[in-house]
Structures are given as structure tokens and as C-alpha cells.
């Protein structure tokens, strides 16, 4: 994935070997996609789900479980282009779940018969993202930039459990700030319009109090209109 952004931008590059020109000064918005993988240890949401297995009395005689530490991501921003090399930017940013699925058969405290287990423990970070652009026009439509920035995040576990009963579930949250960083380029459409990929990363995601704190990269695609 890093190595079709990289040609891309090589791409635009030649592309815009001719005279270069700022795009529309001015307020724009605009909504992304991504795709979001996070540098989650699996070992962590391992023994959270046996130390949650612990707390009920269970005991499993075997299990099977899956880790998931890649999600789609989406997210919308609101900016101001000052000039023609610098911009502000604010906006919401979803960054995916990572989930660890456990499915066991054992035994309960004071239950003589065989049970079948199952709980999903989940970790999500979320929140506002605030970034600074700095922006190289390179022709009449194309544009390469570098952003910096903090996401005042929301972090939350959560665990679903059921067994040959009934359900549970639990949910912890904690805010925190992280830093974030990415390279992209924009593809000008009929003046207005903008068309931008991106490849970034969110440092240190998360709250160890909420299981994971970890990098999480992103190669996202944005679609903005100019006011």
C-alpha cells in the first residue's frame, strides 16, 4: 500500500512539471475513507479475556481465538486554506476497532454441566483531529502537502460476553491527546472540488487503561469542496 502512494505521488510530480497555481483560498469541507491498521499487541487482549473468564469462575478446557487489528476508518474535516502553502484544518476522525473473538468450552463455579463461552473484547479511538498543512502546488491541479497535528481522542474498551445462559457486557472509556503526521497529494477537479490521498499515522493510539496504546497507520481518501 505504501509503495502505490509513493508511485502516486512520484506520478503527480511529472504530472506537474509545468507552471504551478495555488488552489482556492478560502473554507472547504470534505469527507474521508480509510483504511486503519493498529500496531495492537495481541498477547494484551489475550489476557484480558482470560482474566475476564477469571472473574466469572470460568474455566476453559479449550479455546479458540481470532485477532482483528485492521478496520475501515472514515471521518470529515472542515478547513481554511490561508495561502498558498498553508492550511488549517479540524475535523472528526474514527479510527477503527481492533478485536480479539474467544470462543471456549469448560466450566463454571458451582455449575457441574460443560458450558460453551464466548466474548469479544474490543478496543476503539476516536475524536477530534486538529492539523496544520504545509502545501506545494506543483501545476494547475496538483498539489503535494505534509500535515502535523493532535487528536484529543476517546478511547473505549469493550466486551460483550454470552454463554448457554444469558449475556453481559462491559464498556470503559478515557480521553488522552495523541500526535499525528501524514503525507499526501491533491488532485484538483473543476476548480472547487479536491481529491486527495493521504498516507498518516496517529502515535501512541489509545489508553493503556482502555488495552492498547499503539501506532495506527492510515492511507485514507478525502473528497473536499471549496466555498
Known amino acids: 500500500m505504501r509503495v502505490a502512494i509513493i508511485a502516486f505521488i512520484v506520478l503527480a510530480g511529472g504530472v506537474g512539471a509545468g507552471t504551478a497555481r495555488a488552489a482556492q483560498l478560502g473554507i472547504y469541507a470534505g469527507i474521508s475513507y480509510a483504511m486503519a491498521e493498529k500496531d495492537s499487541t495481541r498477547?494484551?487482549?489475550e489476557d484480558e479475556a482470560f482474566a475476564?473468564?477469571?472473574a466469572f469462575g470460568f474455566t476453559p478446557q479449550t479455546t479458540t481465538g481470532s485477532f482483528d487489528s485492521e478496520d475501515s476508518s472514515y471521518g470529515f474535516v472542515v478547513g481554511w486554506r490561508l495561502t498558498e502553502h498553508i492550511a488549517l484544518e479540524g475535523g472528526y476522525m474514527d479510527l477503527g476497532e481492533v478485536v480479539y473473538r474467544d470462543r471456549s468450552t469448560g466450566f463454571r463455579s458451582g455449575v457441574p454441566a460443560a458450558q460453551n463461552w464466548a466474548q469479544n473484547v474490543e478496543s476503539?479511538?476516536?475524536g477530534i483531529a486538529l492539523s496544520a498543512l504545509g502545501i506545494l502546488p506543483l501545476s494547475y491541479r496538483w498539489e503535494v502537502y505534509a500535515r502535523a497535528g493532535v487528536l484529543i481522542s476517546n478511547n473505549t474498551e469493550s466486551i460483550f460476553i454470552t454463554d448457554n445462559i444469558g449475556s453481559e457486557s462491559l464498556r470503559a472509556?478515557?480521553?488522552?491527546?495523541?500526535?499525528?503526521?501524514?503525507v499526501g497529494v491533491s488532485f484538483s477537479i473543476v476548480e472547487i472540488y479536491q481529491l486527495r490521498l493521504e498516507f498518516g499515522r496517529v502515535f501512541d493510539?489509545?489508553?493503556?487503561?482502555t488495552l492498547d496504546e499503539a501506532d495506527v497507520d492510515m492511507a485514507t481518501l478525502n473528497i473536499?469542496?471549496?466555498f
Request: glycine fraction near 14%; charge should be negative; avoid cysteine.
Open 43 to 45: 498477547g494484551a487482549f
Open 124 to 126: 476503539s479511538t476516536s
Open 52 to 54: 475476564i473468564y477469571d
Open 173 to 182: 472509556s478515557k480521553s488522552g491527546a495523541d500526535l499525528l503526521a501524514g
Open 205 to 209: 493510539a489509545g489508553e493503556d487503561d
Open 224 to 226: 473536499a469542496v471549496s
